[in-house]
């Protein structure tokens, strides 16, 4: 050992006398140590770094093969080191972006790991706490909070769902089976932090106070709808919440998000962004973009990654062949969990975990709650047609999100069986006067029509307007009685 | 003398090289007293907008650039030159290259209450970002009714340039200029650039400003008033760059140096008509809001129409004009309205072939010349 370390200072002494050779460039700029890329120091060689033993000592055929160049630069020792992966490094050197140490066996990375990443959870199948796992710990008035918001969600999933079946609304897009994730990430997030949603995610809204009035008035498109009727139902969006309106097309929210944590930056607010998408999202260029540029800024968001195993027909196995959506973030040098999002508490845990990083570090993280629709994807599918029913079914019942943590508040006895169906018959008994109100309500006035273009109304929306009227007051015959001029 | 010679000249006769062959010794005093009297100041367009970009910067921390090689290369064609030098590296951010990226970037900073100005290397690249402009940026505000709005400006020179080829070339003021939501500008001169970006960055809604690459390097005479950090210039005006009352010809960006070198000719050549034919050159400035008015009252006067157009013909920006010149002054028409626009063709990289698929001070002439019936007419694509 004593020979060794002597022979690493000649070395490193040397090294330093010769740095023309080596061209080391400016040593603040370089990254990791020469022998383990782990530890992050600049280029010693005095072994304190070195977590492996250096065996050439030993019978390595490099050392008898780096003896060659021995003629060529004499009295210039190479040190020939076993890596923990059994590759030999003989020599670092510096490339853009860093300094790179070498392995004389070519090894290609596998493009699948031996063992997927593992997925984090703190209640097993049956609402009980596993031994030793750890989370942050719920108050019983959040928790009972997080458990009566997700009876919500769903209530107000089942009923729109068949208003849209009836002809009442349009069009519906529903969240079952993913409640855990909409109500466990809104409860570990504060009022400040803004979200940018994609489009499965009203829970969100929901927990910040949207009420169930509120929503109605959306899917209808009456004259209370803070849209103005201007989108399809569930395109919902409210400043005051913080919560931006839904666009349609897919994973546009995602490198918006990072600027507008850019802006958060720059005001150095205590808050984050964080945004939703689906597996599917994640193919989209917006994702790459994304994600690559947010580490690149350090900005404070959070990407959740709802991975449901569907976009709309089609399967994760062929939307990626990577280890889900998790290993996508360190590809991005991105900090990342993969977690089960049927878990209320583990979605929970991380969810206020990677919000305080990112907060405290000025960083993106991700995170991937495996999950599953099971819902349609909108009402404009019927999922029975890709895939199986008893998939669906399954899930729907013995992977039921809201049954595991309703099994766990009846365990810590915060929660009964009458309060159970007394919240049922509650929300139910509101979300159909909410519809009926609604319903009836007045549609927005024509007016409504031109405004928010831009920010003032030009002059050409301004004649159209006029002639709109003059036209309707021409033919009130033709013209829909419940609109309002 | 002097005085009763120019009186001469304007009754219709005397070419101006002649009389000034005839009046040397006058001709000094003639340039100095024009000297003082008129703005002495010039500024080439790149300069003009980097002093809009820095006062804006200056006036509002919220205003910021983004775009590639905006910062350390001091912006791909040197319009930023500076900025990252005075602002820092948090207000001028060099980008990877994802113009999807960072227009999604700056859609979402706008909506949280930044004021970014994006920067694409050149308008083609923006169809990688289209989506951002149009279905995020553009119709945010309506979207939301009110709650989100994007004050942001999509700046970069667009069109054609010289000898860069078919991806390089497009003229975007008909893609933009279709979808209700945006604002779009596109600045001929100094006084314009300066005017329209700082009217543009301190507006509301989102903007795409269109530059010209070969504008950049132009000088052109400006006025202090236009100096003054506080200038600006009305969003959906157009400029009469020429006065005239045989014809009004439209034009926007490069093209209107174009029309207005074609009146100069036109000038010169109609001595040997019976009377001179006066062009009146508009510089639209804006595209959309279009100024209609402004165009519609020329054409009341004059009652001949050339627009004039770099980007391809089908649904451009002249078939706009025109249409809107049918539905209000169509008993005012003399004439078929002249549409000058670029070859139908994606731009060649030859010379001699791109000098053909974009329109030259030539065919502005003949057009103008067709409308005013003095000559054969023909379809009227370059």
């Given at each position: 050992?004593?020979?060794?370390?002597?022979?690493?200072?000649?070395?490193?002494?040397?090294?330093?006398?010769?740095?023309?050779?080596w061209?080391?460039?400016?040593?603040?700029r370089?990254?990791?140590?020469?022998?383990?890329?782990?530890?992050?120091?600049?280029?010693?060689?005095?072994?304190?770094?070195?977590?492996?033993p250096?065996?050439?000592?030993g019978?390595?055929?490099?050392?008898f093969?780096?003896?060659?160049?021995?003629?060529?630069?004499?009295?210039?020792?190479?040190?020939d080191?076993?890596?923990?992966?059994?590759?030999?490094?003989?020599?670092?050197?510096?490339?853009?972006?860093?300094?790179?140490?070498?392995?004389?066996?070519?090894?290609?990375?596998?493009?699948?790991?031996?063992?997927?990443?593992?997925?984090?959870?703190?209640?097993?199948?049956?609402?009980?706490?596993?031994?030793?796992?750890?989370?942050?710990?719920?108050?019983?008035?959040?928790?009972?909070?997080?458990?009566?918001?997700?009876?919500?969600?769903?209530?107000?999933?089942?009923?729109?769902?068949?208003?849209q079946?009836?002809?009442?609304?349009?069009?519906?897009?529903?969240?079952?089976?993913?409640?855990?994730?909409?109500?466990?990430?809104?409860?570990?997030?504060?009022?400040?932090?803004?979200?940018?949603?994609?489009?499965?995610?009203?829970?969100?809204?929901?927990?910040?106070?949207?009420?169930?009035?509120?929503?109605?008035?959306?899917c209808?498109?009456?004259?209370?709808?803070?849209?103005?009727?201007?989108?399809?139902?569930?395109?919902?969006?409210?400043?005051?919440?913080?919560?931006?309106?839904?666009?349609?097309?897919?994973?546009?929210?995602?490198?918006?998000?990072?600027?507008?944590?850019?802006?958060?930056?720059?005001?150095?607010?205590?808050?984050?962004?964080?945004?939703?998408?689906?597996?599917?999202?994640?193919?989209?260029?917006?994702?790459?973009?994304?994600?690559?540029?947010?580490?690149?800024?350090?900005?404070?968001?959070?990407?959740i990654?709802?991975n449901?195993?569907?976009?709309?027909s089609?399967?994760?196995?062929?939307?990626?062949r990577?280890?889900?959506?998790v290993?996508?973030?360190?590809?991005?040098?991105?900090?990342?969990?993969?977690?089960?999002?049927?878990?209320?508490?583990?979605?929970?845990?991380?969810?206020?975990?990677?919000?305080?990083?990112?907060?405290?570090?000025?960083?993106?993280?991700?995170?991937?709650?495996?999950?599953?629709?099971?819902?349609?994807?909108?009402?404009?599918?019927?999922?029975?047609?890709?895939?199986?029913?008893d998939?669906?079914?399954?899930?729907?019942?013995?992977?039921?999100?809201?049954?595991?943590?309703?099994?766990?508040?009846?365990?810590?006895?915060?929660?009964?069986?009458?309060?159970?169906?007394e919240?049922?018959?509650?929300?139910?008994?509101?979300?159909?006067?909410?519809?009926?109100?609604?319903?009836?309500?007045?549609?927005?006035?024509?007016?409504?029509?031109?405004?928010?273009?831009?920010?003032?109304?030009?002059?050409?929306?301004?004649?159209?307007?006029?002639l709109?009227?003059?036209?309707?007051?021409?033919?009130?015959?033709?013209?829909?009685?419940?609109?309002?001029? | 003398?002097?005085?009763?010679?120019?009186q001469?000249?304007?009754?219709?006769?005397?070419p101006?090289p002649?009389?000034?062959?005839?009046?040397?010794?006058?001709?000094?005093?003639?340039?100095?007293?024009?000297?003082?009297?008129?703005?002495?100041?010039?500024?080439?367009?790149?300069?003009?907008?980097?002093?809009?970009?820095?006062?804006?910067?200056?006036?509002?921390?919220?205003?910021?650039?983004?775009?590639?090689?905006?910062?350390?290369?001091?912006?791909?064609?040197?319009?930023?030159?500076?900025?990252?030098?005075k602002?820092?590296?948090?207000?001028?951010?060099?980008?990877?290259?994802?113009?999807?990226?960072?227009?999604?970037?700056?859609?979402?900073?706008?909506?949280?209450?930044?004021?970014?100005?994006?920067?694409?290397?050149?308008?083609?690249?923006?169809?990688?970002?289209?989506?951002?402009?149009?279905?995020?940026?553009?119709?945010?505000?309506?979207?939301?009714?009110?709650?989100?709005?994007?004050?942001?400006?999509?700046?970069?020179?667009?069109?054609?340039?010289?000898?860069?080829?078919?991806?390089?070339?497009?003229?975007?003021?008909?893609?933009?200029?279709?979808?209700p939501?945006?604002?779009?500008?596109?600045?001929?001169?100094?006084?314009?650039?300066?005017?329209?970006?700082?009217?543009?960055?301190?507006?509301?809604?989102?903007?795409?400003?269109?530059?010209?690459?070969?504008?950049?390097?132009?000088?052109?005479?400006?006025?202090?008033?236009?100096?003054?950090?506080?200038?600006?210039?009305?969003?959906?005006?157009?400029?009469?760059?020429r006065?005239?009352k045989?014809?009004?010809?439209?034009?926007?960006?490069?093209?209107?140096?174009?029309?207005?070198?074609a009146?100069?000719?036109?000038?010169?050549?109609?001595?040997?008509?019976?009377?001179?034919?006066?062009?009146?050159?508009?510089?639209?400035?804006?595209?959309?809001?279009?100024?209609?008015?402004?165009?519609?009252?020329?054409?009341?006067k004059?009652?001949?129409?050339?627009?004039?157009?770099?980007?391809?013909?089908?649904?451009?920006?002249?078939?706009e004009?025109?249409?809107?010149?049918?539905?209000?002054?169509?008993?005012?028409?003399?004439?078929?309205?002249?549409?000058?626009?670029?070859?139908?063709?994606p731009?060649?990289?030859?010379?001699?072939?791109?000098?053909?698929?974009?329109?030259?001070?030539?065919?502005?002439v003949?057009?103008?010349?067709?409308?005013?019936?003095?000559?054969?007419?023909?379809?009227?694509?370059?």
């Amino acid at each position: 050992m004593a020979i060794w370390l002597r022979r690493s200072r000649n070395l490193a002494h040397y090294l330093k006398a010769e740095k023309g050779f080596w061209k080391v460039p400016n040593q603040t700029r370089l990254s990791p140590c020469f022998f383990n890329p782990e530890i992050s120091s600049s280029a010693t060689l005095t072994g304190e770094n070195c977590g492996n033993p250096p065996s050439f000592l030993g019978n390595s055929p490099t050392l008898f093969g780096s003896r060659r160049f021995e003629s060529i630069k004499a009295g210039r020792e190479e040190l020939d080191l076993e890596d923990e992966n059994g590759g030999h490094q003989n020599q670092a050197m510096d490339f853009p972006g860093g300094r790179i140490s070498f392995t004389s066996e070519m090894r290609f990375v596998s493009e699948s790991p031996r063992e997927r990443i593992p997925c984090y959870r703190v209640l097993d199948d049956n609402g009980h706490p596993i031994m030793h796992s750890n989370f942050v710990e719920v108050s019983k008035e959040e928790a009972l909070k997080m458990y009566t918001s997700m009876v919500t969600l769903e209530t107000m999933d089942t009923i729109l769902y068949e208003a849209q079946r009836q002809g009442r609304i349009s069009f519906y897009v529903t969240s079952i089976g993913e409640e855990a994730i909409n109500i466990a990430t809104a409860a570990a997030l504060t009022p400040h932090d803004v979200v940018l949603p994609q489009y499965r995610e009203p829970g969100v809204l929901l927990w910040r106070g949207f009420t169930l009035q509120e929503f109605a008035n959306q899917c209808l498109g009456n004259k209370a709808d803070y849209g103005k009727g201007r989108q399809m139902p569930i395109h919902y969006g409210s400043n005051k919440h913080n919560y931006f309106t839904v666009s349609s097309p897919i994973a546009t929210q995602i490198p918006q998000a990072v600027g507008a944590a850019y802006s958060l930056k720059m005001d150095r607010k205590d808050a984050c962004v964080v945004t939703y998408f689906g597996d599917g999202g994640t193919s989209e260029g917006d994702f790459h973009a994304g994600l690559n540029f947010a580490a690149v800024m350090e900005a404070p968001v959070v990407f959740i990654c709802r991975n449901n195993g569907w976009a709309i027909s089609t399967p994760v196995s062929q939307q990626f062949r990577s280890d889900g959506v998790v290993v996508k973030g360190k590809a991005y040098g991105i900090r990342s969990i993969r977690v089960d999002g049927n878990d209320a508490l583990a979605v929970y845990s991380a969810t206020r975990t990677a919000r305080e990083m990112a907060i405290t570090e000025q960083k993106p993280i991700l995170i991937e709650a495996l999950t599953y629709r099971v819902g349609h994807h909108s009402t404009s599918d019927d999922s029975t047609k890709y895939r199986l029913v008893d998939e669906i079914e399954h899930w729907k019942t013995a992977r039921n999100p809201i049954a595991r943590f309703r099994k766990w508040v009846n365990g810590t006895g915060w929660w009964s069986d009458e309060d159970e169906s007394e919240l049922r018959a509650n929300v139910r008994k509101q979300l159909l006067q909410a519809i009926q109100v609604a319903e009836k309500a007045e549609k927005p006035p024509i007016s409504d029509l031109f405004t928010d273009v831009y920010e003032s109304l030009p002059s050409n929306l301004c004649e159209q307007e006029e002639l709109l009227r003059e036209s309707i007051k021409r033919h009130p015959q033709d013209y829909p009685s419940d609109v309002p001029t | 003398m002097w005085g009763i010679i120019r009186q001469k000249v304007g009754a219709g006769g005397f070419p101006v090289p002649i009389l000034e062959q005839s009046l040397p010794r006058l001709r000094p005093a003639v340039s100095a007293w024009r000297r003082y009297s008129s703005a002495a100041k010039e500024m080439t367009v790149r300069d003009a907008l980097n002093s809009a970009l820095d006062e804006e910067m200056s006036a509002d921390p919220k205003v910021f650039l983004m775009g590639e090689e905006v910062g350390e290369y001091q912006g791909a064609y040197k319009i930023s030159k500076g900025l990252l030098e005075k602002y820092g590296p948090d207000r001028v951010l060099d980008t990877p290259i994802t113009e999807a990226g960072f227009a999604g970037i700056g859609v979402g900073a706008a909506y949280y209450g930044l004021r970014p100005i994006v920067e694409f290397m050149t308008f083609n690249f923006s169809m990688q970002a289209i989506d951002h402009i149009i279905n995020s940026a553009a119709k945010s505000n309506y979207m939301s009714a009110g709650q989100i709005n994007v004050p942001i400006v999509f700046r970069g020179p667009n069109g054609a340039a010289a000898g860069v080829g078919a991806q390089h070339s497009q003229c975007y003021a008909a893609w933009f200029g279709a979808c209700p939501g945006l604002k779009v500008l596109a600045p001929y001169s100094s006084e314009d650039a300066r005017g329209l970006l700082k009217a543009a960055i301190r507006d509301p809604d989102p903007v795409v400003f269109l530059e010209n690459e070969l504008l950049y390097g132009e000088s052109f005479p400006i006025s202090a008033e236009a100096l003054d950090s506080s200038f600006c210039l009305p969003i959906g005006k157009a400029k009469i760059e020429r006065e005239g009352k045989d014809v009004t010809i439209t034009a926007f960006s490069k093209m209107v140096g174009y029309a207005l070198k074609a009146a100069e000719i036109l000038a010169k050549e109609g001595i040997s008509a019976e009377r001179f034919v006066t062009k009146q050159v508009i510089n639209l400035r804006s595209i959309r809001p279009l100024d209609t008015a402004t165009i519609n009252a020329s054409v009341r006067k004059t009652n001949r129409l050339v627009t004039v157009e770099e980007g391809f013909p089908q649904h451009g920006v002249g078939a706009e004009i025109c249409t809107s010149v049918i539905e209000e002054s169509f008993i005012y028409l003399d004439a078929p309205v002249e549409r000058i626009a670029g070859a139908d063709v994606p731009m060649p990289y030859a010379a001699n072939l791109e000098r053909m698929a974009v329109p030259q001070v030539e065919d502005i002439v003949c057009a103008v010349k067709r409308a005013c019936y003095r000559s054969v007419p023909m379809t009227a694509t370059a």
